[in-house]
């Protein structure tokens, strides 16, 4: 009897715009997957306008996350100079963006894990190449999707945006995870928000991300996961969006 292909569960977490949380939130989920014992790798497809080996890098933040020294090469395939979408970036630097790399770095990164985490650039409708954006990257990777929305004014109308083009893509919505990136009392919108959401999107999960003072302590990063509820996104997979997927491990492993 051959054994069968182990594919991992693949989590797509994009955002409402840039520099909402989606590092913070996929370096969340990993540690506090790892705390629950499973294995995890995360990837930064395509990062620009960061040095190489910057130590806030998403790549290098995400790999800290995952543990066990990743390949940087293999968690981001692409490094773009210009803090620009990676199509634009890539395009004014002649480089040639190959999804059949990112694909392979993707499977390399994959093997033996029970969860890939695959952070996006800015929001779901970003270029990658003229002909393709995340919504259609993380549907033919198959992924399940994560939307981190910034809590602040506007974020109705960029969560709904969002919801609406992701389902156009064919991409089952996990999860809207609505960050808090000041600390302090909630404003009239902050305090609102949660309640309009549920309300506007009642049959997509709605999860609320604490502040943490200090983002790269990946305890209180696992415990936040923990207590905003995320442990609901590290279980089994849902069945639905799997059609087409070699095998799954339906129940992750657990060693605590
Ligand atoms: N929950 C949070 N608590 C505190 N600071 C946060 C939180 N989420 C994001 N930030 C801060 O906001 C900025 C943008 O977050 P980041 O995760 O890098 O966003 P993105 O990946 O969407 O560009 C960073 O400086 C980060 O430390
Ligand atoms: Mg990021």
């Known amino acids: 009897m051959t054994e069968p292909l182990h594919v991992p569960r693949r989590l797509g977490v994009t955002g409402t715009d840039t520099g909402v949380g989606k590092t913070v939130v996929s370096c969340a989920l990993a540690a506090r997957a790892r705390q629950l014992g499973l294995r995890v790798a995360a990837m930064k497809p395509l990062e620009s306008g960061v040095e190489a080996r910057a130590s806030d890098a998403d790549a290098t933040r995400l790999a800290a996350a995952c543990g066990g020294n990743p390949d940087l090469a293999l968690v981001r395939p692409y490094l773009l100079r210009e803090p620009l979408a990676p199509w634009v970036a890539a395009e004014r630097e002649g480089q040639h963006i190959d999804v059949a790399r990112l694909a392979a ?18 929001g779901l409708l970003v270029p990658i190449t003229a002909e393709l954006a995340y919504d259609g990257l993380f549907a033919s990777w198959h992924c399940e999707l994560v939307i981190v929305a910034a809590n602040r004014l506007g974020v109705l109308n960029h969560t709904r945006l969002t919801v609406q083009a992701a389902r156009a893509a064919g991409l089952a919505v996990r999860a809207v995870i609505l960050t808090a990136l ?46 905003a509820g995320l442990d609901a996104l590290l279980g ?19 060693t605590s």
Do not use: M
Not at 114 to 121: K, M, N, Q, T
Not at 190 to 218: G, I, K, M, W
């Open 105 to 122: 770095a993707r499977d390399a990164l994959e093997r033996d894990q029970d969860l890939l985490i695959v952070e996006g650039a800015g």
């Open 182 to 227: 000041h600390d302090g009392a909630d404003d009239v919108a902050q305090a609102s928000n949660p309640e309009a959401l549920h309300r506007l999107c009642p049959d997509v999960p709605l999860y609320r991300f604490p502040f943490v003072p200090v983002t790269d302590d990946l305890s209180a990063l696992a415990h936040a996961a923990q207590t």
């Open 236 to 254: 089994s997979a849902d069945p639905t969006i799997l059609q087409g997927r070699d095998t799954l491990r339906l129940q992750p492993s657990r």
